[in-house]
Antibody, heavy 124, light 112 residues
């Protein structure tokens, strides 16, 4: 059974870079799409986009925070990096798998496995 | 981006009674393949979200049959036939028809 575990620094200073990693266990990172979602305190869910195990990405251009995703198949990990963080980036960050299914003859992916989340506070 | 609007914002339900949550999208989520590209997720207190329904009406593995999803186009409903205490949490709809995926604001379900 696939499990995901986020890891991160917990506390980051404004203008610094935030690096988060999601470790995949119980299954392979290969042949799957992976995604990041965050939840600011007391608010709803924000979708960052996804990364395929090959490294190809599809980002959410509506998020104001500059970010990139990467994947390391040798470690069964994928990562999210936010640069120049501000207080608005304070949130719980979740990683998830976009699990495959079929919509007729078309592929469809939904968030079928989630990590427990890691809290990040941006503060000096 | 497609805007997802949920109602009500919160709901207090007596155990054993039904509950219904509405989700409306700013654009149609119905594809030519006949499927609506909409999921429902539940975030229980202190937990990460978990999928309940995908493609508008298909229950995810392990989800009790008291949960059902319906609707098409721009109007969708999640129904719980008999609410149980473990159903408390925040319910989110999310569209996958157009990038980027977007979530509704959430509906908080509490027990009376």
């Amino acid at each position: 059974q696939v499990q995901l575990q986020e890891s991160g620094p917990g506390l980051v200073k404004p203008s610094e870079t935030l690096s988060l990693t999601c470790t995949v266990s119980g299954g392979s990172i290969n042949n799957n799409y992976w995604t990041w979602i965050r939840q600011p305190p007391g608010r709803g869910l924000e979708y960052f986009g996804y990364i395929y195990y090959t490294g190809s990405t599809n980002y959410n251009p509506s998020l104001k925070s500059p970010f990139t995703m990467s994947v390391d198949t040798s470690k069964n990990q994928f990562s999210l990096k936010l640069t120049s963080v501000t207080a608005a980036d304070t949130a719980v960050y979740f990683c998830a798998r976009l699990g495959p299914t079929a919509a007729g003859s078309s592929p469809y992916h939904y968030m079928d496995v989630w990590g427990k989340g890691t809290a990040v506070i941006v503060s000096s | 981006d497609i805007v997802m609007t949920q109602s009500p914002l919160s709901l207090a339900v007596t155990p054993g009674e039904p509950a219904s949550i509405s989700c409306r999208s700013s654009q149609s989520l119905l594809r030519s393949n006949g499927y609506n590209y909409l999921d429902w997720y539940l975030q229980k207190p202190g937990q990460s979200p978990q999928v309940l329904i995908y493609l508008g009406s298909i229950r995810a593995s392990g989800v009790p049959d008291r949960f059902s999803g319906s609707g098409s186009g721009t109007d969708f409903t999640l129904k719980i036939t008999r609410v149980e205490p473990e159903d408390v949490g925040i319910y989110y709809c999310m569209q996958a028809e157009q990038a980027p995926r977007t979530f509704g604001g959430g509906t908080k379900v509490q027990i009376k």
